[in-house]
C-alpha cells in the first residue's frame, strides 16, 4: 500500500527530532534527475512504461467485464453494445500501438498491446457471428481467419489499406467499396 502523506510532515513525523521539519519534498522523478552524471539528459519518457501499463490494465479490467456482461450474440441488443467495447478497444490499441513503437518500449508494454488485439479480435468475431453483423465486422473475421493483412486483403480487391481498415473500424462505404469487399469475403469464405 502507498503512504499519501504529504512532502511535509507534521509534527514528529518524518524527522529523528520530531521537530516537524520538511521530509524530502522533492519528487523521484526529481531525485533521478539529480542522480544522473554532468551532461546525461533525462528524457519526459523515462518511467512511461509503468503508468502506460497501468492505465491499459485497468482500461482492459473494464472491458473485460463489460465483454462478459454482453448478452448473447443473437439478443437484438448485442452489436450495439459491442460496438461501444469494439471502439474504446480500437482506441486502447491504437495507444499501445504508439507507446510500442517507441524506442523506450518495455516488454510490458508489448504484453499490453498483445492483449488488447486478443480481446479485439475475440469480439469481432463473436460480432462477425451476429444477426445484423456489420460489413466491418465480416471482414475483419474472413482476414484474420484467412491470416491475411489489411494491405493483402485490400490489394486483393483493389481498394487502398486505409480504407478497408476504416471501413473494419465501422466507417460507412459506397456502394462499389461494399460491392467489392462482399466479393471478397465470399471469396475468403469460398
Do not use: C, W
Request: glycine share 8%.
Amino acid at each position: 500500500m502507498t503512504d499519501n502523506k504529504p512532502a511535509t510532515a507534521a509534527a514528529g513525523e518524518g524527522t529523528a527530532s520530531g521537530e516537524g521539519a520538511p521530509v524530502d519534498a522533492q519528487p523521484d522523478h526529481a531525485k533521478s534527475a539529480a542522480a544522473l552524471p554532468t551532461g546525461a539528459r533525462q528524457t519526459l519518457d523515462d518511467g512511461e512504461a509503468p503508468a502506460i501499463v497501468g492505465a491499459a490494465d485497468a482500461a482492459m479490467y473494464m472491458f473485460v467485464a463489460a465483454i462478459e456482461g454482453l448478452p448473447d450474440h443473437k439478443d437484438g441488443t448485442f452489436l450495439k453494445r459491442a460496438d461501444v467495447i469494439l471502439n474504446g478497444l480500437r482506441k486502447l490499441e491504437a495507444s499501445l500501438s504508439l507507446a510500442a513503437g517507441r524506442s523506450r518500449a518495455t516488454p510490458s508494454v508489448v504484453v499490453a498491446l498483445s492483449q488488447t488485439r486478443r480481446h479485439y479480435k475475440e469480439l469481432m468475431q463473436r460480432a462477425a457471428t451476429a444477426p445484423g453483423a456489420t460489413l466491418g465486422q465480416r471482414i475483419y473475421t474472413a482476414r484474420r481467419i484467412a491470416d491475411l493483412s489489411v494491405e493483402e486483403a485490400a490489394n486483393g480487391v483493389g481498394l487502398r489499406a486505409d480504407l478497408l481498415a476504416a471501413i473494419e473500424a465501422g466507417e460507412p462505404t459506397t456502394q462499389d467499396e461494399a460491392n467489392k469487399v462482399k466479393a471478397l469475403i465470399a471469396a475468403l469464405d469460398g
